[in-house]
């Protein structure tokens, strides 16, 4: 059964955002609404302005890659981005997924113009997950350096990279270099006394 306070907020999304909703989850008393990549925008902005939900803020939001979700069986769009949306005056949060149309390149629209706070959590899931938004005033990356080649939370990006850098003091600068270090999978090692577990 759901809470009161989750079922009114879900019939006030589900009358603002009509056909626009794919789908709404309840899971540990939060709501989850998916919306397609076409309608995102409308959608999002209609959840702010609309009287009866009222999403002033944008608490975060971010890449996900469902490549490897549940051991790799599953077979949906792979990139989403997850919207975390807070209402101050109604004391509400809420979830919003969106899936990008391509797995190859994924595209879905910035909402910089709907939260400003979006601008700098959209060029995080640019430059980690490979994300590009759409209107965004100025995509580039955030974290890792400009050079830097792929994008490091992809599930297929490699574990141990293929450079790195440390500074030379012959030529004063820092330099890239091949790595060094022997790739390796670490085991912690598990001790325990004869008797564990027992009663």
Not at 53 to 74: H, K, N, P, V
């Amino acid at each position: 059964m759901m809470n009161p306070n989750l079922e009114s907020l879900s019939v006030s999304l589900l009358t603002a955002l009509g056909k626009k909703i794919v789908r709404q989850s309840t899971v540990l008393d939060e709501l989850t609404v998916e919306v397609s990549a076409a309608d995102a925008a409308d959608a999002l902005t209609i959840m702010r302005d609309n009287p009866a939900l009222r999403f002033e803020q944008l608490i975060d939001l971010c890449g996900m890659d469902y490549s490897a979700w549940r051991d790799g069986d599953y077979s949906g769009p792979r990139f989403a981005v997850v919207y975390h949306l807070l209402s101050v005056s109604k004391n509400r949060r809420v979830r919003v997924r969106v899936y990008a149309a391509s797995d190859d390149f994924p595209v879905l629209p910035s909402v910089v113009d709907i939260w400003p706070a979006a601008t700098w959590f959209e060029r995080e899931a640019f430059d980690l997950f490979g994300i590009v938004f759409d209107g965004h005033p100025d995509l580039r990356r955030i974290l890792t350096d400009y050079g830097f080649v792929g994008h490091p939370f992809r599930k297929d990006f490699p574990l141990s990279g293929h450079v790195e850098m440390r500074y030379d003091p012959d030529q004063r600068r820092v330099i890239y270099q091949p790595v060094t270090v022997e790739p390796r999978e670490i085991t912690p090692r598990i001790v325990r006394e004869s008797n564990y577990g027992e009663v």
